[in-house]
């Protein structure tokens, strides 16, 4: 597994733990001393995305992590933060035993945690997934988050665990 950050080709095991489909291993760049995530699968199925011109492609957690890492540039975030992020959402669609799952999907999760971490990251976030076509639309979340109430909604988990409907 090449570093995300630099790409040295070795990396140490700092821990490794269990999740219900594999191990999830936490690694250390020999090089750069960056920290980053690989999840070993049991299960050789790869998961879906299906993307809303309904396109379909295979998650890919590198892209997960871009845009993440992009929401969350320069912001006071604890290290380790956008990993956390990219892990727990990709832990929990694979938790979610599905094949498929739309990007709609994924971008609530991200946007739900982002929402709890830091507000900017999450407008950022959201200003790309949601597409804000107007300042109006900006605003109105901004409104919402100032005014102190979620705008996310929760994650139809039901959308999540329902089985494919093609
Ligand atoms: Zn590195």
Redesign the pocket.
């Given at each position: 597994m090449d570093?995300?950050?630099?790409?040295?080709h070795n990396?140490k095991v700092i821990d490794s733990r269990d999740i219900n489909d594999g191990i999830r291993r936490r690694r250390q760049?020999?090089?750069?001393?960056?920290r980053f995530t690989t999840y070993e699968r049991l299960q050789p199925a790869g998961l879906f995305v299906i993307k809303k011109d309904a396109r379909r492609e295979e998650f890919n957690r590198d892209k997960l992590l871009t845009g993440i890492r992009k929401a969350c540039e320069k912001r006071p975030l604890p290290s380790g933060t956008v990993d956390k992020v990219a892990d727990d959402t990709e832990a929990e669609l694979y938790r979610s035993g599905r094949l498929e799952v739309s990007s709609t999907v994924i971008g609530d999760m991200v946007m739900e945690k982002l929402c709890g971490l830091d507000h900017i990251a999450y407008l950022r976030f959201a200003s790309v997934y949601r597409e804000f076509t107007d300042i109006t639309t900006l605003k109105e979340v901004v409104d919402t988050l100032v005014s102190g109430e979620s705008v996310v909604p929760r994650p139809n988990q039901l959308s999540l665990l329902s089985p494919p409907t093609d």
């Amino acid at each position: 597994m090449d570093c995300l950050y630099c790409g040295y080709h070795n990396s140490k095991v700092i821990d490794s733990r269990d999740i219900n489909d594999g191990i999830r291993r936490r690694r250390q760049c020999l090089k750069c001393d960056s920290r980053f995530t690989t999840y070993e699968r049991l299960q050789p199925a790869g998961l879906f995305v299906i993307k809303k011109d309904a396109r379909r492609e295979e998650f890919n957690r590198d892209k997960l992590l871009t845009g993440i890492r992009k929401a969350c540039e320069k912001r006071p975030l604890p290290s380790g933060t956008v990993d956390k992020v990219a892990d727990d959402t990709e832990a929990e669609l694979y938790r979610s035993g599905r094949l498929e799952v739309s990007s709609t999907v994924i971008g609530d999760m991200v946007m739900e945690k982002l929402c709890g971490l830091d507000h900017i990251a999450y407008l950022r976030f959201a200003s790309v997934y949601r597409e804000f076509t107007d300042i109006t639309t900006l605003k109105e979340v901004v409104d919402t988050l100032v005014s102190g109430e979620s705008v996310v909604p929760r994650p139809n988990q039901l959308s999540l665990l329902s089985p494919p409907t093609d």
